[in-house]
């Protein structure tokens, strides 16, 4: 069965403190894997997408990794306004109709 | 450009009422989709559509409708409602080959 893991459900940063949050999936026939930021009364704001194992992409403080298991997003010298939801998603072959979507991590950065 | 627009931000129904969750999108996209967001889980499909009188079930359809009779509109219709569909309903679009487009949610209590 296709699923994705998030992990760790919630984290707490200092800010400046570089830590990484882990998306796990089984899939067969992975189209992509998107990561999503999720602000409390808003929706999903699209970050990245990562098509094939090795692949690389980077945004401010924000850098996705993928292998063929997993995905990474490290966040480097947080600051309080990456205090955020996010989500990772996994497309399974055809459309986004094929979306799984994991339960999220809530990162929280203090000054 | 407004991207993708939900309306209402908040509604409390009474078990066995009706309603209509709005959506609508100003980006000319063809693909539109409902999900729902309960604690703890990842988004869940309700119904997607391709395109102006096209639509399709997602994983959780029981208990919503669904039509799309213009490519801006995409409303979700709950008839009669249950506290099981208690949950944050987001809405969102794409054109081919782009990612997703969500709404800021609308946040519906069935008591």
């Known amino acids: 069965e296709d699923q994705v893991t998030q992990s760790p459900e919630a984290l707490r940063l200092q800010e400046g403190e570089s830590s990484s949050l882990n998306c796990s999936y089984t899939?067969?026939?992975?189209?992509?894997l998107f990561w999503y930021r999720q602000d409390p009364g808003k929706g999903p704001e699209f970050l990245f997408t990562l098509y094939s194992a090795g692949e690389e992409k980077e945004k401010e403080r924000l850098k996705a990794t993928l292998t063929k298991k997993e995905s990474f997003l490290h966040i480097t010298a947080p600051k309080p306004e990456d205090s955020a939801t996010y989500l990772c998603?996994?497309?399974?072959?055809?459309?986004?109709?094929?979306?799984?979507f994991g339960a999220g991590t809530r990162l929280a950065v203090h000054p | 450009n407004a991207g993708v627009t939900q309306t209402p931000k908040f509604r409390i129904l009474k078990i066995g009422q009706s309603m209509t969750l709005q959506c609508t999108q100003d980006?000319?996209?063809?693909?539109m989709y409902w999900y729902r967001q309960d604690p703890g889980m990842g988004l869940k499909l309700i119904y997607y559509?391709?395109?102006?009188?096209?639509?399709d079930k997602g994983e959780v359809p029981n208990g919503y409708n669904v039509s799309r009779s213009t490519t801006e509109d995409f409303p979700l219709r709950l008839e009669l409602a249950a506290p099981s569909q208690t949950s944050v309903y987001f809405c969102?679009?794409?054109?081919?080959?782009?990612?997703?487009?969500f709404g800021n949610g609308t946040r519906l209590t069935v008591t």
């Open positions: 998603a996994v497309q399974a072959g055809g459309g986004y109709n094929k979306l799984i």
């Open positions: 969102a679009s794409t054109s081919r080959d782009s990612p997703l487009h």
């Open positions: 899939v067969s026939g992975l189209r992509g």
């Open positions: 980006m000319n996209h063809n693909y």
């Open positions: 559509s391709v395109g102006a009188g096209i639509t």
